[in-house]
């Protein structure tokens, strides 16, 4: 099992958006970051998981976190996103795009609702919040720029695509479709605001442990068939399927100082996932 990095302070005074951060993956990113000090705003579809996940972060620091309930693919309410972190905390430094879901059908039976509702969270999701972040974090770093001479400091974004798109994967023609459009999102973008110390990175998790990839039963819309499962597993070299806080402490490095000279780059967090 993978524990929680103790890296107090490394985000001290740091303020991140978390989207879909109700639960799993998410939600383990935010109370990392918390862990290491930032403020976090935890965005999720349902207010439920989102509230839960507040609580915790309030747990490991008093005053860390607050929720904001909406779909990043309807672009004013990423623009309300990006302001409430504002308005909760003072700016934005770190956004971190983790929404996202899947819809699994061969492609020659995949429907035009599941394309597009899995392109619109993974993929346009992404860009909806990117644009939305942008006058709290480009233009912020390029006012300091003009009148400092160089931004205070590096500001981050970590975006999510996936090892299934990486190799490709039977039956996630859309999703890995999504997946690999975030690297191309996060190249361009590293490329135009690297100038304003803004890193764009992006991070691969493996078969991690969630809702996503639990043991799939007869009519269930989520889920891989445990066939499957043990299969994969026995492609991990590690021996162990990943879990959240795998990925959560890749995250927390994109989203920290130790990797500001670090932009454009693309993370495999998998446990050395063979990949043909």
């Known amino acids: 099992m993978s524990e929680r990095i103790a890296v107090t302070g490394l985000l001290h005074d740091r303020v991140a958006v978390v989207t879909g951060a109700g639960r799993g993956i998410g939600r383990t990113c935010a109370t990392t970051l918390v862990a290491a000090g930032a403020q976090?705003?935890?965005?999720?579809?349902?207010?439920?998981?989102a509230e839960e996940a507040v609580r915790e972060c309030l747990a490991i620091r008093p005053g860390s976190a607050t929720a904001s309930i909406g779909s990043v693919t309807d672009p004013k309410y990423t623009d309300q996103l990006m302001k409430a972190a504002v308005d909760a905390f003072g700016k934005l430094d770190i956004l971190v795009n983790n929404a996202g879901?899947?819809?699994d059908k061969m492609c020659h039976l995949m429907p035009d609702e599941w394309w597009d509702l899995v392109l619109d969270v993974n993929l346009t999701g992404t860009f909806n919040c990117i644009r939305s972040?942008?006058?709290?974090?480009?233009?912020?770093?390029?006012?300091?720029l003009e009148e400092l001479g160089q931004p205070r400091y590096n500001r981050k974004i970590v975006n999510f695509f996936s090892t299934a798109a990486i190799r490709g994967n039977p039956g996630q023609i859309n999703y890995v479709a999504a997946k690999m459009g975030n690297v191309g999102i996060t190249r361009v973008v590293a490329q135009e605001w690297a100038r304003y110390h803004v890193n764009c990175n992006a991070v691969a998790p493996g078969f991690t442990e969630t809702r996503m990839t639990a043991s799939k039963k007869a009519g269930d819309l989520l889920g891989v068939p445990e066939e499957q499962r043990q299969a994969?597993?026995?492609?991990?070299?590690?021996?162990?399927f990943g879990q959240p806080q795998d990925i959560a402490n890749a995250v927390l490095f994109f989203s920290?100082?130790?990797?500001?000279?670090i932009t454009g780059q693309t993370i495999n967090v998998s446990g050395g996932?063979?990949?043909?």
């Open 256 to 261: 920290s100082s130790l990797s500001d000279y």
């Open 232 to 240: 994969t597993l026995t492609k991990i070299p590690m021996g162990r």
């Open 101 to 103: 879901l899947s819809r």
């Open 133 to 144: 972040a942008s006058p709290y974090i480009r233009e912020v770093a390029k006012r300091e």
């Open 40 to 49: 976090v705003v935890i965005n999720d579809l349902d207010a439920e998981p």
């Open 273 to 276: 996932m063979q990949i043909p």
